[in-house]
T-cell receptor, first 112, second 115 residues
């Protein structure tokens, strides 16, 4: 049973617009969340993280929002660029960094 | 910096064959992991290690073995390959608890096909 879910397999956005990628989780013990970006034939690379003591974390064009009561997080990319086209995974862990649970990914296509 | 290096990148196995996926990292990370990614699915943890000589099972350990004799190396062994093990395998490493952001550094992946 998947503890981290990304229900949108794909998303298409026009260059310059906002991209919003969503992630839901079921385990209320998760307290640390990360987003990874993956290009074809490469390993995932870390993008941004958020601890459960925060509800927002920003890094340049990327912002992650956490809604603990809804067990939901989202990644906002503003403005979206064609180079952002990739698969985005969210991941969660509970209290330690030993085990990260990953969602199935959302493929973002940013059209020029 | 090489980061996390995996070999081979591609391999085709026959049912019942054995093989080892190699993984080495040069970042002096204590934690190392093996994940597999099946089509349309997220990454699932196979095994992980918190340091040399210490390994533990993840979500999907059946059919695999690991060892961690040095900080740098974390090989994954498939003893009797089965079609269900056809997947892309990712090795990763991270800082120990309390250091860094807990982010995982991934290798480029090894695509394994079992026929």
């Amino acid at each position: 049973d998947q503890q981290v879910k990304q229900n949108s397999p794909s998303l298409s956005v026009q260059e310059g617009r906002i991209s919003i990628l969503n992630c839901d989780y079921t385990n209320s013990m998760f307290d640390y969340f990360l987003w990874y970006k993956k290009y074809p034939a490469e390993g995932p690379t870390f993008l941004i993280s958020i601890s459960s003591i925060k509800d927002k974390n920003e890094d340049g064009r990327f912002t992650v929002f956490l809604n603990k009561s809804a067990k939901h997080l989202s990644l906002h990319i503003v403005p979206s660029q064609p180079g952002d086209s990739a698969v985005y995974f969210c991941a969660a862990s509970e209290g330690n960094f030993n085990k990260f649970y990953f969602g199935s990914g959302t493929k973002l296509n940013v059209k020029p | 910096n090489a980061g996390v290096t995996q070999t081979p990148k591609f391999r085709i196995l026959k049912i019942g064959q054995s093989m080892t996926l190699q993984c080495t990292q040069d970042m002096n990370h204590n934690y190392m992991y093996w994940y597999r990614q099946d089509p349309g699915m997220g990454l699932k943890l196979i095994y992980y290690s918190v340091g040399a000589g210490i390994t533990d099972k993840g979500e999907v350990p059946n059919g695999y073995n690991v060892s961690r004799s040095t900080t740098e190396d974390f090989p994954l062994r498939l003893e009797l390959a089965a079609p269900s093990q056809t997947s892309v395998y990712f090795c990763a490493s991270s800082y120990s608890i309390g250091g860094g952001t807990g982010e995982l550094f991934f290798g480029e992946g090894s695509r394994l096909t079992v026929l």
